[in-house]
């Protein structure tokens, strides 16, 4: 039986360990156990998607919590090698490129425990990013790489990682998109309960620390939103680091700015699908407004996901001035021509079950 610990602990990672964990459910051979490390610990930010996915209960969690970067990993660090130590896994399995995952791949890496890293590949090319610092690290201590896009296998060449440690799988986030899809139907009362009529509103989502720590950037999304929303109601829920920041600033709801908690994942999909258009800093939500076909206006001057830029379903909207994110989004709302093609690029929805295999199989 070969044992594979998986390191969570922010957000994202919730969603698409909810389908590799259940892939290695299914898969005869293998023992996971899951350590989620505390950096996220809202219940909505944490619990609420472990119930409503399906998640495995983590057989630990570490409690790291909030602190500076290095403070906060270095915690992280300390308490996985000693969970690594215990635990002896065959290998390590670590997601996208959260602090939790730089912490998880380096303490894996130091004790010579072999080191999968899922989304692996993918590049801003800008090292101001504290998550492009996690996911450039991480690729380069793993053995094994699941690259969710052939952009991200490109990435991974040209960077010197040997063709045989690469595998392209396709996106897990697609694969939950497709599994959860009827259950958010069912179960999600977004719309009513927020008085959303569907297709007739924005959804905005902005935490990026280059966005909520600059207070010029932030004033610039949110004096657009405000404005947009006189005119079409804008939701955004807001993630708790963007809520210090708009307190700081002093921002407030205004007439159809409509701001409220983070949503679980189920009431996000409902409300990520009916959405006229979608406005984030996310990568999650970027991938989510095209697997739903909605409009992506990314409050960012790069993206990741440059698949989605020449599809031409997502645009780049550089958060420069309010008056030049209005003008962009106001566009997009307006004059958005769909692209006639839209093409499969994040895989078959079988992501997981590929990476399950390799795991198996490595
Ligand atoms: C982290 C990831 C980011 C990812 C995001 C997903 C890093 C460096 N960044 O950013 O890549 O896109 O998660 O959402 O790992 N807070 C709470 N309650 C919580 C969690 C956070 O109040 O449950 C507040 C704290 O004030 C904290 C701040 O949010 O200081 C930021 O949290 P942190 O986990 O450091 O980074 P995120 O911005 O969430
Ligand atoms: N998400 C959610 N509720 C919210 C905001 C986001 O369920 O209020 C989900 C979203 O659908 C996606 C994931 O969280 O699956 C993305 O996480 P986030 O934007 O925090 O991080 P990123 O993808 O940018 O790392």
Redesign the pocket.
């Known amino acids: 039986m070969k044992k594979v610990l998986s390191v969570v ?4 990672q919730f969603v698409k360990a909810a389908m590799v964990s259940r892939a290695l459910g299914a898969t005869r051979g293998i023992a996971e156990v899951l350590v989620h490390t505390g ?4 219940r909505n ?2 619990a609420v998607f472990f119930r409503e996915l399906g998640v495995p209960r983590p057989r630990l969690n570490l409690g790291i ?3 500076a ?1 290095g403070a ?1 990993t270095g915690r992280m660090l300390e308490a996985l090698e000693r969970a690594m130590m215990r635990e002896r896994p065959h290998r390590v399995l670590v997601y ?7 912490a998880g791949a380096l303490a894996a890496a130091k004790l010579r425990i072999p080191v999968a890293h899922v989304e692996a590949g993918l590049r801003s090319f800008d090292r101001s990013m ?2 492009e610092v ?1 996911r450039v690290a991480a690729d380069h201590v793993s053995d094994l790489l699941f690259a969710p896009t052939s952009a991200a296998v490109a990435n991974l060449r040209g960077e010197g990682v040997a063709a045989r440690r690469i595998m392209l799988t396709g996106d897990v986030m697609f694969d939950a998109a497709l599994f959860y899809a009827e259950r958010a139907e069912r179960r999600s009362t977004a719309l009513a309960r927020l008085g959303l009529a569907r297709g007739h509103y924005v959804l905005a989502t902005v ?3 280059g966005n ?1 720590d600059e207070p010029r950037r932030l004033a610039a999304i949110f004096g657009a939103l405000a404005r947009l929303a006189t005119e079409c109601p804008v939701l955004v829920p807001v ?3 963007t ?2 920041a708009l307190a700081r600033a002093g921002v407030r709801e205004s007439p159809g700015l409509i701001l409220v908690e983070p949503v679980g994942y189920l009431d996000m999909v409902m409300l990520e699908k009916n959405a006229r258009l979608i406005a984030t800093d ?3 939500v970027q991938k989510e407004a095209y697997f739903h076909r909605v409009p992506c206006a990314t409050l960012r001057e790069r993206t990741e996901w440059v698949e989605l830029v020449r599809a031409g379903w997502n645009r780049l909207v550089p958060p420069v001035s309010a008056a030049r994110v209005h003008r962009d989004l106001r566009r997009m709302l307006t004059d958005f021509r769909r692209p006639a093609a839209a093409p499969g690029l994040y895989g078959a929805g079988d992501a997981a079950r590929r990476i399950a295999a390799a795991l198996r199989a490595r």
């Not at 602990?9 to 994202?12: D, M, Q, T």
């Not at 950096?39 to 809202?42: E, I, K, M, W």
């Not at 996208?96 to 730089?102: A, E, P, R, V, W």
């Open positions: 602990g922010a957000r994202p950096q996220h610990y809202d930010m944490s919590g909030s602190a970067h906060q996208g490129d959260t602090n939790s995952t730089l504290p998550e996690n935490h990026r620390a909520t993630h708790p680091r809520r210090a996310s990568g999650g």
